[in-house]
């Protein structure tokens, strides 16, 4: 079984740099690490998995960081970093596909959908965060959706079928033209 003071001898430097990169000030950084450090503590008994633990830990420090610009109505400036997944799994899966798909989006599709469809928010905080209209959130929310399920047909050959359902098997991650890239 894992215990915070593992997480915080393996994790702790390389999540104050990701919190830093963010924020860029060094006290809040401090702040917002001991912010993740107790949400790791509280929350620990929840973690299923010691394999994910790293995965995890990020997903806290991110959502903490996205709470402080949000409590202060700073605009959060996304990067590539936020689609990388730190745990490499062998097993190629939808999920895979689906990140590398986002991580392809162009950047104005990109923010709201991940803000609206990963990160839950509703599409007028994302409007708000975003300092976007409405109109032009839920259009952009929209294409990029319909970007995804054209990624999935050029990635791995889906095809949309009768009822408009996106449908298909996965190829394996060699013969993968988005996972096989990134």
């Excluded at 001898?9 to 401090?30: E, G, H, M, Q, R």
């Excluded at 798909?101 to 994302?126: A, C, E, N």
């Excluded at 060699?174 to 096989?180: E, G, I, L, P, S």
Aim: some cysteine; glycine content about 4%.
């Amino acid at each position: 079984m894992t215990t915070t003071k593992d997480i915080w001898k393996l994790y702790a430097d390389d999540i104050k740099y990701f919190i830093l990169s963010k924020v860029k000030d060094v006290s809040v950084t401090d702040d917002l690490l001991q912010e993740t450090f107790i949400k790791v503590h509280t929350k620990l008994s929840t973690l299923k998995n010691d394999d994910k633990v790293k995965s995890w830990l990020f997903s806290i420090a991110r959502y903490t960081v996205l709470d402080y610009f949000r409590q202060r109505n700073i605009q959060y400036e996304m990067t590539d970093e936020d689609f990388i997944f730190e745990d490499q799994k062998l097993e190629h899966t939808k999920v895979d596909c689906l990140h590398g798909i986002i991580k392809s989006l162009p950047k104005k599709y990109r923010d709201p959908l991940f803000l609206s469809d990963i990160k839950g928010m509703k599409q007028t905080l994302v409007s708000q965060q975003l300092n976007l209209p409405l109109p032009t959130v839920k259009s952009q929310i929209q294409r990029g959706r319909k970007l995804i399920a054209q990624g999935f047909i050029q990635c791995c050959d889906f095809k949309v079928n009768d009822d408009g359902y996106l449908v298909g098997e996965l190829k394996e991650k060699a013969d993968c033209k988005v996972c096989n890239h990134n």
